[in-house]
Structure formats: structure tokens, C-alpha cells
């Protein structure tokens, strides 16, 4: 299966998809992979350099090079796991590139559709979405210390990647699933992400 996790920075799905990964890998006869964009190839330190550190000017750069950190990541880690039978939960993916880049700066959605579509990206089986207030997102990055540059865009910016996921959602409900995770600890969530998976019917074996 290939399993996708999906939020604001601050929503907490790094350590949701740390719990994950370790609980199905704990389970009979399956074995789980944990990447997470970007990232996962040879070429990452030098692009999150580059992307997070908000140098680059023309609005199209940073899509580029999401989409080539994609390209790689598939090839290298994604594609390579699943034809081996195993799980592969992915922290950030496609849905981030429109969530941020379609709705957060503004480009078009369909290029970034046609350019998955014809990069033969694979399509996650499912999708979580941790849902979170943009102001939550804000206020936990600003606790870790120095913003990169998406936290530090700001209120109007995370506000619109939070509604750029909650249509997405909304647009396909087969693949995503939404947890509200604007309240309870990091258990609390997890234990609504195995009931969610359950009531979908994914890991009942
Ligand atoms: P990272 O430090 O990995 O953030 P986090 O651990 O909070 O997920 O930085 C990734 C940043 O890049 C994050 O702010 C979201 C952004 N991003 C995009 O804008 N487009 C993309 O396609 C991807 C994969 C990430």
C-alpha cells in the first residue's frame, strides 16, 4: 500500500507517520517503508537548501524543483519499494505541490495533474489529511525556532494551503481521510487515524 501524509507544517504528521510506520511494521507479514518529501535521493540536501532557504525568484523555481525531487524520489525509493510488495508511508507528496504551490502561490492546477499523470507518479492508495487551524501551525513552527520559508509567509499564506487541502479532500473522499487534530496528544490522533483506516476497511486482516 502506499500511504501518503498531508497537513500544514506543525500538524504533527511527522511523528503520526513515525507511529504508523513502527505499528505496521510491528504487524504479521508486513513491512513498511517511512520516506518523506522532500527528500529520499542523493540530490535533497542541496534542493531543501535551495527551496527552504527562499532565495529562488521566479515564481516557477520552486515548483521545478519539487516536481525533479519527486521524479527522483519515485524512481529511487517509492516505485522500487512497492514493486517489492512492501508499504510505503510518504510524508508529503503530490497533494503538498498543489496544496502549496497551486493554492499557496497561485499556479495553475491542471500542468501539475498532466506533468503527475505523465511522470507516471504513482497514486497513493490513501491519503491523511491532520488537520489543523493555520493559527495552531503557526504558533507550534514558531516554537521550534527558525521559520523556513513557507512559516514564514505568514497567517494569509498557511490559511490558504489549509483551505487548498480541505478541497482536495473534499474532491476525492475515496482517497483522503481528514482528522481534525486541533486538539488531544499525539495518542489521542493516532488512535483516531487506526479507526479511520479501520472504517475504511485498510490493515483489518
Ligand atoms: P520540511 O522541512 O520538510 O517541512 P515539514 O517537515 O514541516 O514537512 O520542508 C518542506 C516544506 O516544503 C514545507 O513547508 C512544505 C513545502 N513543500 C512544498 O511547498 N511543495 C512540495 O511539493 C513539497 C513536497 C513541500
Redesign the pocket.
Known amino acids: 500500500m502506499f500511504i501518503t501524509f498531508e497537513g500544514l507544517?506543525?500538524s504533527g504528521?511527522?511523528t503520526q507517520a513515525r507511529m504508523f510506520t513502527d505499528w505496521l511494521n510491528k504487524k504479521q507479514d508486513r513491512h513498511a517503508v517511512l520516506t518523506?518529501?522532500?527528500g529520499g535521493w542523493e540530490g535533497v540536501a542541496v534542493l531543501?537548501d535551495i527551496?527552504?532557504s527562499g532565495r529562488l525568484k521566479h515564481p516557477w523555481s520552486?515548483a521545478y524543483l519539487?516536481m525533479l525531487?519527486?521524479a527522483e524520489h519515485v524512481a529511487n525509493v517509492i516505485q522500487p519499494s512497492l514493486d517489492k510488495g512492501l508499504d510505503v508511508v510518504c510524508?508529503?507528496?503530490q497533494d503538498?505541490?498543489i496544496a502549496?504551490?497551486v493554492w499557496?502561490r497561485g499556479l495553475p492546477l491542471e500542468i501539475f495533474q498532466e506533468l503527475a499523470r505523465l511522470s507516471a507518479f504513482p497514486v497513493p492508495d490513501v491519503t491523511i489529511f491532520f488537520d489543523v487551524p493555520a493559527e495552531t501551525a503557526l504558533e507550534r513552527t514558531a516554537r521550534r525556532g527558525m521559520p523556513?520559508t513557507?512559516?514564514s509567509e505568514g497567517m494569509p499564506f498557511m490559511t490558504k494551503i489549509r483551505e487548498g487541502y480541505l478541497a482536495l479532500a473534499r474532491s476525492e473522499p475515496e482517497r483522503w481521510i481528514q482528522l481534525d487534530c486541533s486538539y488531544g496528544d499525539e495518542e489521542v490522533v493516532f488512535g483516531s487515524l487506526l479507526k479511520a483506516l479501520e472504517m475504511r476497511g485498510f490493515f483489518c486482516d
Request: zero cysteines; proline letters at 4%.
Open positions: 507544517d506543525g504528521k511527522s518523506r518529501e522532500p531543501r527551496v527552504i520552486e519539487f525531487d519527486r510524508e508529503r507528496y503538498s505541490t502549496y504551490q499557496g523556513d513557507f512559516e
